[in-house]
């Protein structure tokens, strides 16, 4: 069965740092775009970064450019998402997500069941 | 950025009946080489993730019920639900993934009346 599992959320302070890692189980992972979304408590859905199927390529929603870091690991079916500089707004539940086919305009079609990040002192 | 709009925020349906939900983009969301709207269409059921229900505006995913359609071009899309059931309430949101950053929807609560 096609399945992401986040894990890596917690309770961090303002300007701390966090590592979200989300393991996939896709028969052919390295085909695919990966992607982060993110939904702050009682909100709507928010884009965070992109990543290529060979990690050349990452692309990030302007709020967190310059302090989040998409990777993969393709060796380990596994995406990361580095978090440094947190502040009160990035408190959301985080979403791994398959981006469907090969490119980063398309749809998402897996979903993982989201890791939460906490930014509180 | 595309700002996509949902209409209405929320909406409440009779079991059976019809319901409706509207998303306007900032931008034509059709692409001219391929034809293709690059919209899509997701259900978010409470304490659970998105669900892909339609993309390309018009593609219903797999296992999808035929009750679920989507409609429109370019920059006003709707997906509508006939004969509402009750696993139907749910938070529904719309996305272009035509530019970055890609963007959604505010979401339009569904809820039966």
């Known amino acids: 069965e096609v399945q992401l599992v986040e894990s890596g959320g917690g309770l961090v302070q303002p300007g701390g740092s966090l590592r979200l890692s989300c393991a996939a189980s896709?028969?052919?992972?390295?085909?695919?775009?990966m992607t982060w979304v993110r939904q702050a408590p009682g909100k709507g859905l928010e884009w965070v970064a992109s990543i290529k199927q060979d990690g050349s390529e990452q692309v990030y929603v302007d709020s967190v450019k310059g302090r989040f870091t998409i990777s993969r690991d393709n060796a380990q079916n596994l995406v990361y998402l580095q978090m440094n500089s947190l502040r009160a707004e990035d408190t959301a539940l985080y979403y791994c997500a398959r981006v469907t086919v090969d490119s980063k305009y398309r749809a998402f079609d897996i979903w993982g069941q989201g890791t939460m990040v906490t930014v509180s002192s | 950025d595309i700002v996509m709009t949902q209409s209405p925020d929320s909406l409440a349906v009779s079991l059976g009946e019809r319901a409706t939900i509207n998303c306007k983009s900032s931008q034509n969301l059709l692409y001219s080489d391929n034809k293709k709207n690059y919209l899509g269409w997701y259900q978010q059921k409470p304490g659970q993730p998105p669900k892909l229900l339609i993309q390309w505006a018009s593609t219903r995913e797999s296992g999808v019920p035929d009750r679920f359609s989507g409609s429109g071009s370019e920059t006003d899309f709707t997906l509508t639900i006939n004969s509402l059931q009750p696993e139907d309430v749910a938070v529904y949101y719309c996305q272009q993934y035509y530019g970055l950053p890609i963007t959604f929807g505010q979401g339009t609560r569904l809820e039966i009346k």
């Open positions: 896709i028969f052919k992972f390295t085909t695919y775009w």
